[in-house]
């Protein structure tokens, strides 16, 4: 298996994230209690890292092969 064929993985991964964050704040809009605030920003701020490597991973595999792309 080539790099580049992970990058459809890394993309799918990378929408789920996102679908999850979404629905993350939508409960925190609505949420009343302190204690469930904190913990839906904590976990909201805990994918922020891993969606961030995510794209990256999308990225870097799917241009892996190219000529100059890990030299930047």
């Given at each position: ?15 789920a ?14 949420a ?5 605030i904190?913990?839906?920003r904590?976990?909201i701020?805990?994918?922020g ?13 799917a241009?892996y092969?190219e ?6």
């Amino acid at each position: 298996m080539k790099l580049s064929e992970l990058s459809p993985a890394y993309r799918a991964g990378e929408k789920a994230i996102l679908e999850r964050i979404r629905e993350l704040s939508e409960r925190l809009e609505t949420a009343a209690d302190p204690e469930e605030i904190a913990v839906l920003r904590r976990r909201i701020r805990d994918l922020g890292p891993l969606l961030r490597q995510t794209r990256e991973l999308a990225e870097l595999t799917a241009r892996y092969y190219e000529r100059g792309v890990l030299s930047k």
